[in-house]
């Protein structure tokens, strides 16, 4: 199953090889990769799309080769697709109008941790969990997690503004970067933000670049912001008849002013996917909740009893509480498998990740059972209940059977925005969401955001095809 790309400008066969030329003169041969290998390998992400094939890949090494491609390509009127890990969902790092990959996973130094002021200055390359094992050596802690934290890169995250389970308490990485060093398309480079918690000279170039998919600068440092690493964890998982149960439950152990660091919520057939991995739960089991608190040693007694008492006075079937560390991990691992077990499924997956108003999440779960209802595609659902963020997967066998999983997703963005939510919370809009922009942002707040894109990228070069809406052809 392919997705459609849009319509856009295509890049000249001589204008290519000039660019190429170029690179390839002032980069190095070792960093300019033509080979029909590499260039496949980055054509496509973790989504359903696959791009054009690239002219070139440039694995840049330093802030210097990633501002000389960009002059290059500017100079020659080539697009540039920025490119990190690859473990994008919305077809972020796809080259839809072929021309360069642009790849900074090479750029792969943690320059520093500064202890007494709370913040790590790293390159984008760097692996999220490597970043997690170098301030955790340092009593410190890195809080925002997405679930492919063991391949995701720092800069991938930013160009995302990537969540996770913790965002509930922490926030997500917009909340963490305090600073970036980019590269503009023509070769400059301006460095953003501050090192300070506070900070309001000017207009906040850091929060816009954050989230903004490689759209208007390619990352070359990000200093983030750190905490002290909690002293306590305790995880609890709970089980329910229905989701309905469970959501209730969420609201319930908000309301009686516990904070858990996360709150995971997964479905029937979500349940169902890991018990054909051989994890077992009570069968009257239809919903689960792993719900995570934190904090300094000795404080979490209390907190736990409160919570165990709220989750049974909720209806829970069963609460358990992990006993150690190893007990915790292996409740993590399982629920960092569940989108591996889905896959398993069916043929095929698609995942959207929406955005409800947390006491809008029951009314979500149902509007969600009559699409599947209507259109007839099989689904599960989990994600982030404590707030709103679910992941609501479409699963097929039959190729046949898309256009009705098109309308699924379609009725799905529909009612997310009329229930007063946001299409995406942690994967962007990339390509995948594109055409359902205009369901949340006005014509007059999309065109202000194009214009944006146009003061920091003139020409559209910098990975044309992304985010705003534009006619789409077939693969």
């Known amino acids: 199953m392919l997705l459609a790309l849009p319509d856009v400008p295509l890049p000249s066969d001589s204008a290519l090889a000039r660019a190429v030329s170029e690179l390839d003169a002032r980069l190095g041969p070792s960093k300019v990769d033509t080979s029909e290998p590499g260039r496949e390998a980055h054509a496509k992400d973790e989504s359903d799309a696959v791009g054009r094939l690239p002219a070139a890949v440039v694995h840049a090494a330093s802030t210097a080769d990633v501002a000389t491609t960009l002059a290059i390509a500017e100079r020659h009127g080539v697009p540039v697709t920025?490119?990190?890990?690859?473990?994008?969902?919305?077809?972020?790092?796809?080259?839809?109008?072929?021309?360069?990959?642009?790849?900074?996973?090479?750029?792969?130094?943690?320059?520093?941790?500064?202890?007494?002021?709370?913040?790590?200055?790293?390159?984008?390359g760097v692996v999220l969990?490597?970043?997690?094992?170098?301030?955790?050596?340092?009593?410190?802690?890195?809080?925002?997690?997405?679930?492919s934290?063991?391949?995701c890169t720092i800069g991938g995250n930013v160009a995302e503004n990537a969540g996770g389970p913790r965002a509930f308490k922490y926030g997500v990485t917009r909340d963490w970067v305090r600073g970036l060093e980019v590269a503009l398309v023509g070769g400059r480079t301006i460095r953003t933000g501050r090192r300070t918690s506070k900070g309001v000279t000017g207009y906040d170039v850091t929060s816009l670049l954050v989230g903004s998919e490689g759209t208007l600068g390619v990352f070359t440092e990000v200093t983030l912001a750190l905490t002290r690493k909690p002293a306590e964890v305790a995880t609890v998982l709970s089980l329910f008849v229905d989701v309905r149960a469970a959501a209730a439950a969420v609201q319930a152990v908000v309301a009686a002013g516990i904070t858990p660091r996360c709150l995971e919520l997964l479905d029937r057939l979500a349940l169902e996917a890991l018990r054909l991995q051989g994890v077992s739960f009570d069968p009257r089991a239809g919903a689960l909740l792993l719900t995570e608190i934190d904090g300094r040693a000795g404080s979490l007694d209390g907190e736990l009893a409160e919570l165990g008492d709220v989750l049974s006075a909720s209806g829970a079937l069963d609460v358990v509480a992990a006993q150690d560390a190893a007990q915790r991990a292996r409740l993590w691992e399982a629920?960092?498998?569940?989108?591996?077990?889905?896959?398993?499924?069916?043929?095929?997956?698609?995942?959207?990740?929406?955005?409800?108003?947390r006491s809008k999440l029951v009314l979500l779960l149902e509007e969600v059972d009559r699409i599947g209802e209507a259109t007839g595609v099989t689904y599960l659902t989990y994600g982030h209940?404590?707030?709103?963020?679910?992941?609501?997967?479409?699963?097929?066998?039959?190729?046949?059977?898309r256009p009705r999983v098109d309308d699924a997703i379609g009725r799905l963005m529909r009612a997310t925005v009329g229930l007063g939510?946001?299409?995406?919370?942690?994967?962007?809009?990339?390509?995948?969401?594109?055409?359902?922009?205009?369901?949340?942002?006005?014509?007059?707040?999309?065109?202000?955001?194009?214009?944006?894109?146009?003061a920091f990228d003139p020409r559209g070069l910098l990975n044309p095809g992304k985010i705003f809406p534009r006619g789409h052809k077939a693969c």
């Open 82 to 124: 920025p490119r990190a890990a690859g473990t994008g969902r919305t077809g972020g790092a796809v080259p839809v109008a072929g021309g360069i990959v642009l790849s900074t996973t090479a750029l792969a130094t943690i320059v520093d941790i500064d202890q007494e002021d709370g913040l790590a200055i790293v390159e984008p």
């Open 149 to 151: 934290w063991r391949d």
């Open 421 to 454: 939510g946001t299409l995406s919370g942690e994967h962007g809009i990339g390509l995948s969401k594109a055409p359902y922009l205009p369901l949340e942002h006005s014509p007059e707040l999309v065109a202000l955001q194009e214009d944006l894109k146009r």
């Open 335 to 357: 629920r960092s498998a569940l989108s591996r077990a889905t896959r398993k499924l069916a043929t095929y997956k698609l995942s959207e990740d929406v955005v409800v108003p």
């Open 385 to 401: 209940a404590g707030d709103g963020n679910m992941h609501v997967n479409f699963l097929w066998n039959d190729p046949a059977e």
């Open 129 to 147: 969990g490597a970043l997690y094992e170098a301030v955790e050596a340092e009593g410190l802690f890195y809080p925002p997690d997405p679930n």
